[in-house]
């Protein structure tokens, strides 16, 4: 999918509205306890600046439910902003209105301005057009580098393009999109797909796409324990979607006759309790004791799917392997990480908070690609849509 990029733009002069994902965790006090996305939009904003633009910097932050809240304000992240980039960050008191407009008619090239949080309106979500006009006076050039919010119908992500003389996608969204492209539509083969992560409902589409474009799919996390109920295993008190295990059935059932091999773990680490203190054993999947839940594969598991990965040309791969943010139920996530950057294969990771459990796997280095979107990544390995970016392709076609 060939979008505009602020490459090819010039610049000089020129308010640069970029569409940023910071919707960053932040503590009781009031800090930032990771910047990730942050930094990960820092190319875009520092090449807008080298290169004399205005910059107005756009996000929205948590869930204030259409209105002002001072739990959500954006200060945090522009005082962080700030530090990296080592220039003054101002903050808009707003992001539409008046004041806002004069303070983005005063600027000078190389300022830059944050929009305090887009969700302080309802309009935002609701992808109002109105909204979406009054944030487009405040730009010369819309640039969308938020692919992880590329998947939803928002105002500043969608509608805004409508209003836009020039759109182009940020140097982030650029390289997710390319990578995502390389992994799923010319992918060098053997392709192994390994899903993770929670529920089936969730990743139902994913697991369809993928068995249509995979050589091998490895399926993990407390997805596995619906497929491995429905191959009539006693799975304990592990997660189980019983309303799914048909839906379970017919897939494996689909993935054999088409030779697609499909790998379930066949073994786990199981406790009575979701707790970093909890008794722990490891066992086979069909030993779980009753009351016992599986919270993570097992050695097993980890030297079955290692090997697997081990002959891969390309690998996707969407959610962990068991509770990663619990210690001693990170191993099977951090294993497979280990196993995927050792690989010789071009590899492409995401969603269900990955990128965090690759960072702290020590091994994040030797992955080709790790996806900021969560929900954006799950839905283009369902091969769907995504409106930010179908939005970029129509004002591409404007422009010819």
């Known amino acids: ?12 002069g020129k308010r ?7 919707n960053v965790p932040i503590d009781e006090r009031g800090e930032i ?7 990960s939009a820092l190319p875009t904003i520092r090449m807008a600046l080298e290169r004399g633009g205005k910059v107005i910097v756009a996000s929205h932050l948590g869930r204030p439910k259409g209105k002002p809240d001072k739990r959500f304000t954006m200060a945090p992240c522009a005082k962080r902003l700030s530090e990296l980039l080592q220039r003054e960050v101002h903050l808009a008191p707003d992001c539409i209105g008046p004041e806002v407009e004069r303070m983005v008619s005063q600027m000078e090239e190389g300022q830059v301005l944050m929009l305090e949080n887009l969700r302080f309106h309802p309009e935002e979500e609701a992808n109002d057009d109105g909204f979406a006009r009054e944030l487009a006076k405040l730009l010369d050039i819309y640039v969308n580098d938020g692919f992880a919010v590329a998947h939803r119908a928002n105002a500043s992500v969608e509608a805004i393009v409508k209003f836009s003389p020039l759109c182009a996608a940020g140097l982030l969204m650029k390289r997710e999109l390319e990578a995502l492209e390389k992994a799923l539509e010319a992918p060098a083969r053997p392709l192994v797909a390994i899903l993770g992560g929670g529920k089936v409902a969730d990743k139902l589409g994913a697991v369809h796409r993928l068995m249509k474009i995979a050589d091998k799919v490895i399926i993990g996390g407390a997805l596995a324990y619906t497929f491995l109920r429905a191959k009539g295993i006693d799975t304990g008190a592990s997660l189980v979607e019983e309303e799914l295990l048909s839906q379970a059935a017919k897939i494996m059932a689909r993935a054999k006759r088409k030779g697609l091999k499909l790998y379930l773990p066949v073994d786990c680490v199981v406790a009575p309790e979701k707790s970093d203190k909890a008794e722990r054993m490891v066992r086979p999947v069909q030993e779980i004791p009753a009351g016992w839940m599986a919270l ?8 079955l799917f290692s090997e697997v990965i081990s002959d891969a040309k390309t690998i996707v791969w ?26 010789k294969a071009f590899s492409i990771l995401g969603g269900g908070d990955l990128d965090a459990a690759a ?3 020590g091994y994040a280095e030797g992955i080709s690609y790790i996806s900021t979107g969560g929900g954006a990544f799950v839905e283009l390995l369902e091969g769907r849509k995504l ?3 179908e939005a970029l392709l129509r004002c591409s076609k404007r422009r010819r």
């Open 1 to 12: 999918m060939k979008v505009p990029s602020l490459e090819e733009m010039d610049l000089k």
């Open 16 to 22: 640069v509205f970029i569409r940023v994902d910071f």
């Open 296 to 303: 993570d594969i097992g050695p097993a598991s980890i030297a």
């Open 387 to 389: 409106p930010g970016v």
């Open 359 to 361: 960072h702290q796997s």
């Open 318 to 343: 969407n959610g962990p392997m068991g509770v990663y943010e619990l210690e001693p139920f990170s191993t099977g996530t951090k294993e497979l990480v280990k196993a995927v950057a050792q690989s």
């Open 33 to 39: 306890t990771d910047d990730t996305r942050i930094r």
